[in-house]
Structure formats: C-alpha cells, structure tokens
C-alpha cells in the first residue's frame, strides 16, 4: 500500500521560509514526475511546483523565484524549499505524481501571516 507523508508546514511570518518534505512508502517514486500542491481554505487544489524523474524543474509564476523542488531518490523524499513566504501562501500542501495518481496524504498546513 503506497503512502505519502507529508510534513514541515509550520506558521510562519511575511518574508518567512519552511521546507517540506514529502515521504513515500510502499512503492519506488523515482521514475516518476512528482509534485506538490496546495488547497487554501474555499479554493480548488493547485499545482504549484513539479520535478521530472530526471530532475527538470517548473513552477507556477505565483511562487517562481521563491520555492524550490527538489528530490532525493534514495530515501524516495520530495522537498518543497519555499522562501519569501507571504499571506497567500497560506494552504494546506500537499504532494503527488503530476497525474495525481497516488492515494492522498493527510497534508501539511502553512500559514503565513502579515
């Protein structure tokens, strides 16, 4: 049964930084493009950053510049650096394949206030 684990998200101030690590469990990721999402509170779920299986990197324009992806396949993690952190970051972020093909995790929320 594949899992993932998501954590790191913390509340934080303008201008702030988090990191957060996303764990898989029950299957092997690295051949796939992985992403991270976020759902603020009354807004669908959006993709904000995505990693290829090669490592090819790409962004959202809200969060270009700010966050940075990045995986480490032996310990089948995905990473979501997110600096420069404002109000509207605020979320519940999740991460996936870029199909959505995994069964959810629970989350971790991000709150950014002024």
């Known amino acids: 049964q594949v899992q993932l684990v998501e954590s790191g998200g913390g509340s934080v101030q303008t201008g702030g930084s988090l990191r957060l690590s996303c764990a898989a469990s029950?299957?092997?990721?690295?051949?796939?493009?992985m992403a991270w999402y976020r759902q603020a509170p009354g807004k669908q779920r959006e993709l904000v950053a995505f990693?290829?299986?090669?490592?090819?990197?790409t962004y959202v324009n809200s969060v270009k510049g700010r966050f940075a992806i990045a995986r480490d396949n032996p310990v089948n993690t995905v990473y979501l650096q997110m600096n420069s952190l404002k109000p509207e970051d605020t979320a519940v972020y999740y991460c996936?394949?870029?199909?959505?093909?995994?069964?959810w995790g629970q989350g971790t929320q991000v709150t950014v206030s002024p």
């Open positions: 029950g299957r092997d990721i690295s051949g796939n493009p």
């Open positions: 990693i290829t299986a090669g490592g090819t990197t």
């Open positions: 996936n394949t870029v199909f959505r093909s995994l069964p």
